[in-house]
């Protein structure tokens, strides 16, 4: 797992030269997901997987919000960025299932204020497994967050259930340029081992 966390790398240089066919990487995600740990064994996490033209018209969406938000100045870099999501074989949308946390706020109310951090948490999980699946594929990916502001967009788009809450897009595709050399902060700045 070391390894796979290893390869891990944002990639936002993206294209569509790949190995792997539709189908394998549909089910790398799917069993990322299902192998990813959730409290109680909830299994909250929820994913909307889109290849080519599917994968365009998100892209396409979250392009025509920013255009509405952001400033001139601001705005020519960040569609650029999005090109290069856009280039990509797919992307992942990342949900919780809002009801699934309320299920377990009335089953068990005495950890009712922890359900949404611990949704939180697993949705990370989920996330992370999967980038370290793809990674290991030798399929680049990156991390986005454009959620909320393409929420309601996205619901009508792929008829997503009101209770399923974006949390993150993954975009998805080949490595079409290298990796930056990954720095960290000095360990004793995050660690403690007692013995």
Same mark, same amino acid.
């Given at each position: ?15 569509? @030269?790949? =190995?792997? =066919? ?29 290849? =080519? ?10 392009? @025509? ?54 949704s939180e948490q697993s949705s990370g ?12 594929a030798g399929i680049g990916a990156s991390?986005?967050?454009? @959620? ?14 009101? @209770? ?8 998805? =595709? ?22």
């Open positions: 797992m070391l390894e796979q966390l290893t390869k891990r790398r944002t990639q936002y240089a993206l294209g569509r @030269n790949i =190995g792997a =066919g539709e189908e394998a990487i549909d089910e790398w995600i799917r069993e990322a997901i299902r192998q990813s740990p959730t409290a109680f064994n909830s299994q909250g996490s929820r994913a909307i997987i889109l290849f =080519g033209e599917q994968s365009q018209a998100f892209w396409e969406i979250v392009r @025509n919000e920013l255009k509405e938000i952001l400033p001139a100045e601001m705005l020519e870099q960040s569609l650029a960025k999005v090109d290069r999501f856009a280039a990509g074989v797919g992307t992942v949308l990342f949900f919780e299932d809002q009801r699934t946390v309320h299920d377990l706020q009335q089953q068990w109310a005495i950890f009712a204020d922890h359900f949404p951090a611990w999980m989920a996330q992370l497994a999967v980038w370290a699946t793809l990674a290991n991390l986005q967050h454009y @959620n909320p502001l393409i929420d309601v967009k996205v619901q009508q788009m792929w008829d997503v259930p009101e @209770n399923w809450k974006l949390r993150a897009q993954m975009p998805f =595709g080949s490595n079409e340029a290298p990796f930056n050399e990954k720095s960290f902060m000095p360990d004793e700045m995050r660690f403690r081992t007692y013995r």
